[in-house]
């Protein structure tokens, strides 16, 4: 059973392209998450995808986007790039259910380096 | 949720257990305390979450003070492997969406040989 997949492991964008990153969900996973990890600090929350919805968005501006898919699978678009987006782009996903609010399976990220 | 505070850094000697504490003072009744590892470079790990109880695993053992005001997360026999930044979450348990974790800086645990 594949766990969280997400790709590509690793992109260089130059300032003001736009960049997708796609990720797989764990096998019976119904909930994405994607956070954003800037060198030296801890995840912080984008936004969270269920049942096809943007259910809860953290502090981040709208040129971040995402899409979720009927089988689970999710994007994230970042529009207008940064220097400030370089950061790993982590996903997790959860199971259905009050069981998938204890445990959060995270893939390996997307390293994203804006130029 | 609830905001917790941990060390910046610890040290433990491999083969002993390493005893990571987190505070979270304001924690509310209906909020669970979980613990995440992140190994370098690697996604965050789940590793175990409770609510009153002491609770344990395979991976480790989640000690919860009387009050729920702090906790202690106990590796019993701390390999190499399990140098990493551990993080102490505090937040509630919800069934659909909200789902979100925030995540602190966390403690860099490093095993030494």
């Known amino acids: 059973d594949a766990g969280v997949t997400q790709s590509p492991t690793h992109l260089i964008k130059t300032r003001g392209q736009q960049v997708t990153l796609r990720c797989s969900p764990k096998?019976?996973?119904?909930?994405v998450s994607w956070y954003q990890q800037a060198l030296g600090q801890g995840p912080q929350f984008i936004f969270q995808?269920?049942?096809?919805?943007?259910?809860q968005r953290g502090n981040f501006p709208d040129r971040f986007s995402g899409h979720q898919f009927p089988n689970y699978s999710s994007e994230l678009n970042v529009n207008a790039l940064l220097l400030g987006d370089s950061a790993l782009y982590l996903c997790a996903s959860s199971s259905p259910g009050l069981a998938g609010a204890y445990e959060q399976y995270f893939g390996p990220g997307t390293r994203l380096t804006v130029t | 949720d609830a905001k917790t505070t941990q060390p910046t850094s610890m040290d433990c000697a491999e083969g002993r257990a390493a005893n990571l504490p987190c505070n979270h003072s304001t924690i509310s009744g209906n909020e669970y305390v979980y613990w995440y590892r992140q190994i370098h470079s690697q996604g965050p790990q789940y590793i175990i979450h409770g609510l009153k109880n002491n609770e344990t695993n395979e991976m480790a053992s989640l000690i919860i003070t009387e009050d729920r005001k702090s906790s202690t997360l106990i590796l019993p026999h701390a390999t190499l492997r399990d140098t990493a930044v551990y993080y102490c979450i505090v937040r509630v348990a919800v069934s659909g969406s909200a789902r979100q974790l925030t995540f602190g800086s966390g403690t860099q645990l490093t095993v030494l040989p």
């Open positions: 096998s019976g996973h119904d909930t």
């Open positions: 995808y269920y049942e096809e919805e943007e259910r």
